[in-house]
């Protein structure tokens, strides 16, 4: 394994930003034997947008999972501001988990699904409303707050479930192919308000895609993987300056980013055939 | 002030599609264009008459055979007679009647409550439910005419022991259903509410009972005639040992005196009381349901 960065789990110091997140030779083996992740070094630093990217089986949803806790390393470790993941609460810090598909509530409204996660942290109803109506403000389906679900098209449940997300004011927001089952206005649409979420709320992004086109456009890091068995492969700085527009993804800049990606997505795939071969 | 979604000023093509059906609830909307169809073209009227004609056209072929056949009430008795006994009888008949409601009404609702508080006992460990399903299925498998006697021999008053009968037998479809939904939880919001560290109480309340809502009230339907087959069964159990007063009691009364005209009578009650079972259910299921779950909305 090749890596952008040579020492992943470098200490701290004065002139580089905190690392949100460090993945420590993380790796995931299912009991069957199948190896749906080799171990990963990889150090995410405070505000930056991390894209994962590969084809599926190359274990991106699996890594992400195991960043949120919802999946256990097999071996090694895995820490959210120096805190192992099951602690982040002593941190102060606050982590968002975005599905691949809205998983709201078909039976409450776009308000109260919103406000879910802060019923659950048991925040008074009267404060909780008020940050429900600001996400929604902020994603701009505050005229829908008392719909359902089903009265709305993909993309703004979509928005809603990126609202629930946003309405515990987290530092970590964590997005599982997101935009994946949207259509492409939708999803550009989509992406480009993201970016101005993140810089506007000074996020920290770890964003799981098979598009090329959406990592070039919303990264700061790509980090290329590959399957069978799931593995990190290569690591990209996306050196475009922000805010990103319509402009950049016509620009030649975007284009020789999009080759180095796919050139490095072909060798990926070259090296797992000669492997099964 | 820039919001990053600027929603109101640049409506996004999704948004746009979504102003056509502005509708902030589906319950709330007004039914579309309801005036401009005629009368008999709406489902909703079609839904009451169609089956109605084909009522009509059954009792006037049924009445016109036994007129033109010249055949004797005691064999069978046309509509109209059956009609006039049931006002002539209706002294014995609506007591009868009151009779069999009460116990499948009581019936149902101690199945209702059992079989809850199974399907929760059920979901609290797999373990739990791999010991006790089989038993669940026995219970089900079990005729009722066969274990009948024998409840109304241990149990001395005789309405409790034709409740649990009847009870008995509307069971199992409350469990079984109430259990699939109590687990047909979406994986999804299931990790959603465990990444928000959601209590074990919190996940049930608003995560388990809300998604088991339509597989419940599937499970009502079922149990509702299931109440009232396991009543009336009971009944014609308890009847022959000469007690009872159902409306079971009445059609063996009947039955013995050859008086065919009131057995038909009581054989209209039992049958309009399960129509009328049906209904109250499948209103219940869309009050509801009825602004969310798909099942109640396909024909809108």
Known sequence: MHSAEPTPSAPTTAHRPTPAVQVLSAEKTYPNGTQALLPVDLTIEEGEFVTLLGPSGCGKSTLLKMVAGLLEPTDGRLQLWHKPVAQLGESGKKMAFVFQSPTLMPWASVQTNVRLPLDLAGVPRQEADGRVAEALALVGLSKFASALPRALSGGMQMRVSIARGLVTQPDLLLMDEPFGALDEITRHKLDADLLDLWRKKKLTVIFVTHSIHEAVFLSSRVVMMAARPGRVVEQFTIDAPYPRTADFMVSPEFSRYAKQLQDSLLRASADTEETAA | ?300
């Open chain 2, 1 to 300: 002030m820039s919001t990053p979604f600027p929603a109101a000023s640049v409506a996004a093509p999704e948004e746009r599609s979504a102003q056509t059906m502005r509708a902030p609830s589906p319950s709330k909307a007004p039914k579309p264009a309801a005036p401009r169809i005629p009368l008999m073209a709406q489902p909703r009227v079609q839904r009451v008459v169609y089956p109605l004609l084909v009522g009509l056209v059954l009792i006037a072929l049924w009445q016109g055979l036994v007129t033109a056949l010249e055949l004797p009430p005691y064999l069978v008795p046309s509509p109209l007679l059956m009609l006039k006994t049931l006002f002539t009888d209706w002294a014995a008949l609506g007591g009868s009647l009151w009779v069999t409601v009460k116990i499948t009404v009581l019936a149902f609702g101690v199945a209702t409550v059992a079989g809850v508080l199974i399907s929760f006992l059920f979901v609290q460990s797999k373990r739990i439910e791999t010991a006790l399903f089989p038993y669940a299925v026995l219970l089900q498998v079990t005729p009722i005419v066969a274990v009948a006697p024998l409840i109304i021999i241990w149990v001395k008053d005789p309405t409790a022991s034709m409740v649990i009968c009847a009870a008995l037998v509307a069971l199992f479809p409350i469990i079984s259903n109430t259990t699939l939904g109590l687990r047909s939880v979406e994986p999804d919001l299931q990790s959603y509410f465990q990444l928000n560290r959601a209590t074990r109480m919190q996940t049930l309340l608003r995560l388990r009972i809300p998604s088991a809502l339509p597989y419940f009230f599937g499970g009502l339907r079922i149990s509702s005639g299931l109440a009232l087959i396991g009543a009336v069964v009971a009944e014609f159990v308890a009847g022959t040992g000469g007690q009872g007063a159902g409306l079971a009691y009445q059609i063996l009364q009947a039955g013995f005196q050859l008086n065919i005209p009131r057995m038909f009578a009581a054989l209209l009650l039992i049958s309009l009381t399960g129509v009328a079972l049906f209904a109250l259910m499948a209103w219940g299921t869309r009050v509801a349901l009825g602004s969310w779950h798909a099942s109640e909305n396909s024909h809108d």
